[in-house]
């Protein structure tokens, strides 16, 4: 039967369930009181940045803000020193 109009997802083998640990930044409770300090920072100037251009929505910016700290503080590393 078509997986599309069953509304299931084929699978390949047996599955493990891997929902009882959540990856790092995954979800809200990965992050300490600092990230979630820096993501609400984050999420108000995008607002007020926004609101200061007169164009555009805030929606993108307040939703991906988590990923965007995610990115900045655990991924993104440059030396000034070395830049290349």
């Given at each position: 039967?078509?997986?599309r109009?069953?509304?299931?997802?084929?699978?390949?083998?047996?599955?493990?369930?891997?929902?009882?640990?959540?990856?790092?930044?995954?979800s809200?409770?990965?992050?300490?009181?600092?990230?979630?300090?820096?993501?609400?920072?984050?999420?108000?100037?995008?607002?007020?940045?926004?609101?200061?251009?007169?164009?555009?929505?805030?929606?993108?910016?307040?939703?991906?803000?988590?990923?965007a700290?995610?990115?900045?503080?655990?991924?993104?590393?440059?030396?000034?020193?070395?830049?290349?």
């Open positions: 039967m078509n997986a109009l069953t509304g299931t997802v084929p699978t390949s083998g047996p599955r493990s369930d891997s929902r009882s640990e959540p990856a790092a930044g995954a809200p409770a990965a992050f300490s009181e600092l990230d979630e300090l820096a993501i609400n920072t984050l999420r108000f100037l995008a607002v007020d940045a926004v609101a200061a251009a007169n164009s555009g929505h805030p929606g993108l910016p307040l939703g991906m803000a988590p990923a700290w995610v990115l900045w503080s655990r991924h993104l590393r440059h030396d000034p020193a070395d830049p290349g």
